[in-house]
């Protein structure tokens, strides 16, 4: 692969398929993150992100195409061998924990990548430090309780910290603002903002411009790859690709948000937060 060496890049993907039960998912995607960057993945509904996520984070294999993660070629490595490398909060992950799994375990476990609490022990300082990224995404309260009870909002930000307790390379969030109260998503992105000098390299789905972190300067932008067929057919979609990967400011465009939506859009960006409305 071209661009980046790897000791300067943290992923790579190199015409990457994706293909389930005889549909293709995800088609040609080349993507390029340099270890530190804090990136954007954004597309439309159904367009293939959490799939495009699932490879990044090693939890699904292309059907054709190269994945370097951290420097290791996915199929070519044990993934178990470097999976405590990469922090992952996503709703598929939520699923993956007993119901009565302590919100504090859920956060500390992250050190042993170990999803359920067992055998395995921690020292007071990493509860301490798990208590202080609940403390920083207000749910302290949430300690002693149930996982399984918790509403949708308190379960992200619970995942959100496990992500950032790992001692993680590469950070990926799928929606981490998903289901959160306005007070609640403030608090979410003023923490990932905080994050934008960290050395981690993080990478955010986000389907809402205004959930835009500071600090987060480089976007992928998915759409559905075009194909020699004038006519889209909704019953079959084309499958979704990377159309535009770099920075923010030349990403976010009226014009190609219009064009992925497939209605005329104005977009902000007014003290550092993006948004984005219809035209009316
Ligand atoms: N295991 C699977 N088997 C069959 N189809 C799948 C599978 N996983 C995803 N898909 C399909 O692949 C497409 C992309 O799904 P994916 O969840 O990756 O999209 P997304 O961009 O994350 O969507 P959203 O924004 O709605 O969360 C969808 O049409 C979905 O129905």
Redesign the pocket.
Known sequence: MEGLDCETRALAMHNVHLR??G?V?VDDVNLEIGRGEKWILF??????????ISMMSTRAFPTSGDIDVLGRRLGKVDVFSYRHLIGLSSAELSRAFPPFEDPLDVVVTALSATTGRWKDTYTSDEYARARRLMEDFGIAYLAGKQFGRLSEGERTRTLICRALMAQSELLILD?PTTGLDLGAREITIRALSSLHDDPRTIIV?T?HLEEIPQGFDHIAI?GRQSTVTSQPDPAD?AP?TIEYAGDLEHGLTAERLSRLFGMPLDVHHIDDRWSAFARI
């Not at 597309?43 to 495009?52: D, E, M, T, V």
């Open positions: 389930r039960y549909r998912i597309g439309p509904n159904g367009i293939g992100k959490s799939s495009l929606e789905v389907h998915m979609p979704g």
